[in-house]
């Protein structure tokens, strides 16, 4: 789901220009997509949990998750409640070119990001 919310602040962008992060995010398609995710992040964050005694089924595939940076982004989807934080943190993500593309299956090499945001009149843009 983060795919979806990223291209759609990147289709947005593209067909505007630019785009206030808040117009966006309260976007009811968006709004729904964000409760989702944070619903998805409970559960499996839940999951984990329930799991943590158990080393011999979960070991290897605990270090993996933790590794690829997605048990920490659970938790900050979960802890996430306004959809502007959650674009927020979308972004934030993304720009930290060092980890653009970061846990790509594909062993992938990180690109440039393809988004950028400008703070104009305390206003933040895509």
Same mark, same amino acid.
């Given at each position: 789901?983060?795919?979806?919310?990223? $291209?759609?602040? /990147?289709?947005?962008?593209? @067909?505007?220009?630019?785009?206030?992060?808040? %117009?966006?995010?309260?976007?009811?398609?968006?709004?729904?997509?964000?409760?989702?995710? /944070?619903? %998805?992040?409970?559960?499996?964050?839940?999951?984990?949990? %329930?799991?943590?005694?158990? $080393?011999?089924?979960?070991?290897?595939?605990?270090?993996?998750?933790?590794?690829?940076?997605?048990? +920490? &982004?659970?938790?900050?989807?979960?802890? @996430?409640?306004?959809?502007?934080?959650?674009?927020? +943190?979308? &972004?934030? /993500?993304?720009?930290?070119?060092?980890?653009?593309?970061?846990?790509?299956?594909?062993?992938? &090499?990180?690109?440039?990001?393809?988004?950028?945001?400008?703070?104009?009149?305390?206003?933040?843009?895509?």
């Amino acid at each position: 789901m983060c795919f979806v919310v990223f $291209d759609h602040f /990147r289709f947005q962008a593209t @067909t505007s220009g630019q785009v206030r992060l808040r %117009a966006v995010m309260e976007e009811p398609f968006l709004v729904n997509a964000c409760a989702q995710m /944070r619903r %998805a992040s409970l559960a499996f964050l839940a999951h984990m949990e %329930a799991a943590s005694g158990n $080393d011999a089924v979960l070991g290897t595939a605990r270090q993996t998750l933790q590794k690829l940076g997605l048990i +920490e &982004l659970a938790k900050t989807l979960a802890a @996430t409640e306004k959809p502007i934080d959650l674009g927020q +943190e979308i &972004l934030r /993500r993304h720009l930290r070119v060092q980890r653009v593309q970061e846990g790509k299956f594909d062993g992938g &090499l990180p690109k440039g990001p393809g988004v950028r945001v400008d703070q104009i009149m305390g206003a933040r843009r895509v």
